[in-house]
């Protein structure tokens, strides 16, 4: 699928798409919390971003200590990052797939897995205690062959799940079409485990939640700087600030926070589209009866899934790095990268034929260099951090937030002891030279993706442990 202009089914298809993320447009958002201003009162935890990291460690933090005063602060409105950006996919492991960590921790990855399984139920558990209605359903995940050089990829992915006593199934074209009727479909692995949520219900959901809890949340608040001060923290914020006995940040791509951050988190920009609900002539012609989540074998891949209410969010393959690791609004809205997903959704499916995207838009994905978040903590042990999540944030975000929460309190648990936790990823170069590794890596990814071939950067990165995902 080559890279081409905004071309006029393209064109045609995005003339109406509204250039704002499709979740967070609906009437039943919340009112915005109140801004914090002034000298606040002290707090024992203060939370850094309203997203999924920052919700689940003041949830976590108040089922732990319900005496413990615990106050988030979010610099835009609640559900306006990453957290109401992404496709919705929740996704049990916490190691960017069973590949990855099998590759980097084999000696822990049983750990790793059960953590994982104690993470999902977890989050399932929470939903209902607080009767979050966020759209979870578990229609599993299927991963599709396009080209004949995929074939590999899945059979082998199908294997390795196997022997690690995940119950995938391996589908021919005729069973892959059986399932979504597309005629680019070579093969195809289903995975039963993989979940959708509805993101931004989710997030406002476990805001709800922690306020249940005596959370107090505050939007608009961005934090600008930190001092230490006495036994804990002087939090400066834009119009005031807040004394805290601990902090923790969960602020995803954002590097204005801490310096450090750079080292390890490469700011990506992902675009995704949002259909108009489909017609039932429409559902007929390409089946989808089992609602799975859906994506493709290659380097740069699509994830595309059906919502309730029928319409087909599709996003992903032309991720975007902007020198020198810029992050901004104007980068949301690219009729390059919007013009190329139309295309490609229109070559998956060419029976829609002329259906129109409602919603167009971009977020930022943490990526570090081994696609699993950095942990650590600053100010001699007053902070902690969680970050990195690389796109795979919506299920192990929780899973980051206890483990901030147990560096931030000084815990010897098995989440601090975690190889994954002590050891961080191999730092990304400074600029310029950064900039240039990111545009040899995506052209070779794409050269593997055309070809079948990893290149001599490729292997080497291999190698290194280092790459880069779309």
């Given at each position: 699928m080559p890279v081409s202009?905004?071309?006029?089914?393209?064109?045609?298809?995005?003339?109406?798409?509204?250039?704002?993320?499709?979740w967070t447009d609906r009437p039943e958002r919340p009112d915005p919390r109140p801004v914090l201003t002034g000298a606040a009162p002290r707090t024992d935890l203060l939370v850094v971003g309203g997203g999924f990291t920052g919700l689940w460690t003041a949830i976590q933090a108040k089922e732990a200590d319900p005496s413990r005063d615990v106050v988030v602060v979010e610099a835009g409105r609640i559900a306006d990052g990453a957290s109401g950006r992404n496709g919705g996919f929740l996704a049990p492991s916490l190691t960017h797939g069973l590949a990855q960590g099998v590759a980097c921790w084999p000696d822990e990855f049983a750990t790793l897995e059960r953590l994982a399984a104690e993470n999902f139920a977890g989050i399932q558990r929470t939903l209902s205690t607080y009767a979050v209605d966020a759209d979870f359903h578990v229609p599993g995940e299927l991963?599709?062959?396009?080209?004949?050089?995929?074939?590999?990829?899945?059979?082998e992915s199908y294997e390795l799940h196997r022997a690690h006593g995940v119950p995938v199934q391996l589908l021919d074209a005729e069973q892959a079409r059986?399932?979504?009727?597309?005629?680019?479909?070579?093969?195809?692995?289903?995975?039963?485990?993989?979940?959708?949520?509805?993101?931004?219900?989710?997030v406002w959901g476990l805001a709800r939640a922690a306020e249940s809890l005596?959370?107090?949340?505050?939007?608009?608040?961005?934090?600008?700087g930190f001092d230490t001060e006495g036994s804990g923290v002087r939090v400066r914020l834009a119009d005031g600030s807040i004394h805290a006995r601990r902090v923790v940040i969960g602020t995803n791509a954002s590097q204005g926070v801490l310096r450090r951050f750079s080292a390890w988190v490469l700011p990506v920009y992902d675009h995704v589209l949002m259909t108009e609900p489909l017609t039932p002539d429409q559902l007929a012609a390409i089946g989808w009866e089992g609602r799975e989540g859906l994506t493709d074998a290659g380097n740069q891949f699509h994830y595309y899934r059906r919502t309730l209410d029928d319409r087909v969010l599709f996003g992903g393959y032309d991720a975007n790095y902007h020198f020198p690791g810029r992050i901004d609004p104007a980068l949301e809205q690219s009729d390059a990268s919007h013009g190329l997903l139309a295309d490609h959704f229109l070559d998956i499916f060419p029976q829609l034929e002329g259906i129109r995207f409602t919603h167009r838009w971009a977020g930022v994905i943490d990526t570090t260099s081994r696609f699993t978040p950095v942990f650590g903590t600053a100010l001699g042990g007053r902070m902690a951090y969680a970050v990195g999540y690389t796109g795979l944030g919506v299920a192990s975000t929780r899973f980051g937030a206890a483990v901030g929460l147990?560096?931030?309190?000084?815990?010897?648990?098995?989440l601090t002891r975690l190889g994954m936790v002590r050891r961080k990823p191999i730092p990304f170069p400074p600029e310029p030279i950064r900039y240039a590794a990111v545009r040899a890596t995506r052209s070779s990814l794409a050269a593997e993706d055309r070809t079948?071939?990893?290149?001599?950067?490729?292997?080497?990165?291999?190698?290194?442990?280092?790459g880069f995902d779309s």
């Open positions: 202009t905004l071309s006029s089914r393209a064109a045609a298809a995005l003339a109406d798409a509204r250039p704002v993320p499709f991963t599709l062959a396009l080209t004949d050089h995929q074939l590999p990829s899945v059979r059986a399932r979504v009727g597309s005629p680019r479909y070579l093969a195809g692995m289903y995975d039963p485990e993989v979940a959708l949520v509805d993101p931004a219900r989710l005596g959370v107090r949340l505050h939007e608009r608040t961005r934090a600008t147990d560096l931030v309190d000084g815990t010897d648990s098995e079948g071939r990893r290149n001599l950067w490729l292997r080497t990165l291999d190698r290194m442990g280092v």
